[in-house]
């Protein structure tokens, strides 16, 4: 099972670090992906990080998200700087046992409830 939380209401250039926590899984045996949904939009890939601690990001928030994972804790974190309206979304974790770098939703198995970003203007 996997929980997120993190999410909140920040103004554009802040700062919001995401928590994905899992039970009945060690993070660290997977690819742990986010994903998030906007309104009206399909879910996207947002950032991964592989069982060997890659990672692997989408276009859109390189440079400014950063996916790491605390092993003791299993737990995976997004931590998302200068951040924009257009990163407002439901965002998501999921973990996944394909192998390379999945990045489509349907390559993941399993999913955590979102947590809400709202990045206003």
């Known amino acids: 099972q996997l929980q997120a939380s993190g999410g909140g209401l920040v103004q554009a250039g802040g700062s919001l670090r995401l928590s994905c926590a899992a039970s009945?899984?060690?993070?660290?045996?997977?690819?742990m992906g986010w994903f998030r949904q906007a309104p009206g939009k399909e879910r996207e890939f947002v950032a991964a990080?592989?069982?060997?601690?890659?990672?692997y990001y989408a276009d859109s928030v390189k440079g400014r998200f950063t996916c790491s994972r605390r092993n003791a804790e299993n737990t995976v974190y997004l931590q998302m700087n200068s951040l924009k309206p257009e990163d407002t979304a439901v965002y998501y974790c999921?973990?996944?046992?394909?192998?390379?770098?999945?990045?489509?939703?349907?390559?993941?198995?399993?999913w955590g409830q979102g947590t809400l970003v709202t990045v206003s203007s």
């Open positions: 009945g899984v060690r993070v660290s045996n997977y690819n």
């Open positions: 990080i592989r069982w060997n601690s890659a990672t």
């Open positions: 999921a973990k996944t046992s394909r192998v390379g770098m999945p990045m489509s939703p349907d390559e993941y198995n399993s």
